[in-house]
């Protein structure tokens, strides 16, 4: 990967020669111990707390973006239901990188590293909280995405890991019937409509709505507080690198 070595090389002439040290042991044949519901990751970058659930105020960064969500709740909660009500065709079946599911509907306000300008007429108070709380101050993860996330009855996520544990999942509970939960590395717990739960989603997790009604949150993937400037540079550039080689193949 010669570009990436040549931005990396970039990056240690700016932050200094030793500011990438995990990004290149994490990428290091044969890797380093991690927590047995983190198997399935790809990526575990070292230092990174082994934390399955997070305080979503523990950070005042991301403290910020929560009060936000949380203080908008009903606008957000209001327009969603409108767009779903007169506006069901903008919403597409999630794809994850395991799967597809015609039973996990999606929104989007921010995917590939960019706003949705398309979602404005449909979510504002969404996309203006999501644009100045969380894509301003970079605080978003712009290798994924923010969308709301809609289970509908009867529907469950199965258990699996994400990618990597560089980046956490900020839930906003925006419309929650009953019975539904999230399990996050064995302890499960509710949403709790109008709040927020935030998680390591590199931790084995599964999800499931056995309501009468859909479930919805907004979901927001954030940098993991414990990751620095210069390493979330190079991490955008290796996984960027890492999707351009998996495209031509």
Same mark, same amino acid.
């Given at each position: 990967?010669?570009?990436?070595?040549?931005?990396?090389?970039?990056?240690?002439?700016?932050?200094?020669?030793?500011?990438?040290?995990?990004?290149?042991?994490?990428?290091?044949? *044969? *890797?380093?111990?991690?927590?047995?519901?983190?198997?399935?990751?790809?990526?575990?970058?070292?230092?990174?707390?082994?934390?399955?659930?997070?305080?979503?105020?523990?950070?005042? +960064?991301?403290?910020?973006?929560?009060?936000?969500? =949380?203080?908008?709740?009903?606008?957000?909660?209001?327009?969603?239901?409108?767009?779903?009500?007169?506006?069901?065709?903008?919403?597409?079946?999630?794809?994850?990188?395991?799967?597809?599911?015609?039973?996990?509907?999606?929104?989007?306000?921010?995917? $590939?590293?960019?706003?949705?300008? =398309?979602?404005?007429?449909?979510?504002?108070?969404?996309?203006?909280?999501?644009?100045?709380? +969380?894509?301003?101050?970079?605080?978003?993860?712009?290798?994924? =995405?923010?969308?709301?996330?809609?289970?509908?009855? *009867?529907?469950?996520?199965?258990?699996?890991?994400?990618?990597?544990?560089?980046?956490?999942?900020?839930?906003?509970?925006?419309?929650?019937?009953?019975?539904? $939960?999230?399990?996050?590395?064995?302890?499960?717990?509710?949403?709790?409509?109008?709040? !927020?739960?935030?998680?390591?989603?590199?931790?084995?997790?599964?999800?499931?709505?056995?309501?009468?009604?859909?479930?919805? !949150?907004?979901?927001?993937?954030?940098?993991?507080? =414990?990751?620095?400037?210069?390493?979330?540079?190079?991490?955008?550039?290796?996984?960027?690198?890492?999707?351009?080689?998996?495209?031509?193949?």
């Amino acid at each position: 990967m010669q570009p990436t070595y040549e931005q990396f090389a970039a990056i240690r002439e700016e932050f200094g020669s030793d500011s990438l040290a995990r990004v290149e042991e994490m990428m290091a044949p *044969g *890797g380093r111990p991690r927590h047995p519901l983190q198997a399935g990751a790809k990526w575990i970058l070292p230092g990174i707390s082994q934390q399955p659930w997070h305080d979503p105020r523990s950070d005042p +960064a991301i403290a910020s973006l929560v009060d936000a969500l =949380e203080n908008a709740h009903g606008a957000i909660r209001s327009e969603h239901e409108r767009a779903w009500q007169t506006r069901r065709t903008a919403f597409s079946d999630y794809e994850h990188y395991l799967t597809r599911q015609d039973d996990w509907q999606s929104l989007y306000i921010y995917q $590939d590293g960019q706003l949705r300008t =398309e979602s404005v007429d449909l979510a504002p108070t969404a996309y203006s909280v999501i644009r100045d709380f +969380a894509v301003a101050d970079g605080l978003i993860c712009s290798l994924l =995405e923010s969308h709301f996330s809609t289970l509908l009855p *009867g529907s469950r996520i199965a258990p699996h890991s994400d990618l990597w544990n560089f980046s956490i999942n900020l839930h906003f509970a925006v419309d929650i019937p009953d019975d539904c $939960d999230i399990t996050v590395a064995g302890e499960t717990r509710m949403w709790e409509e109008g709040h !927020c739960l935030l998680f390591d989603y590199s931790f084995e997790h599964h999800a499931e709505n056995r309501g009468e009604r859909p479930r919805t !949150c907004l979901l927001v993937d954030l940098w993991h507080p =414990e990751t620095t400037a210069p390493e979330r540079r190079a991490l955008t550039v290796l996984v960027t690198e890492v999707r351009k080689l998996l495209a031509d193949m």
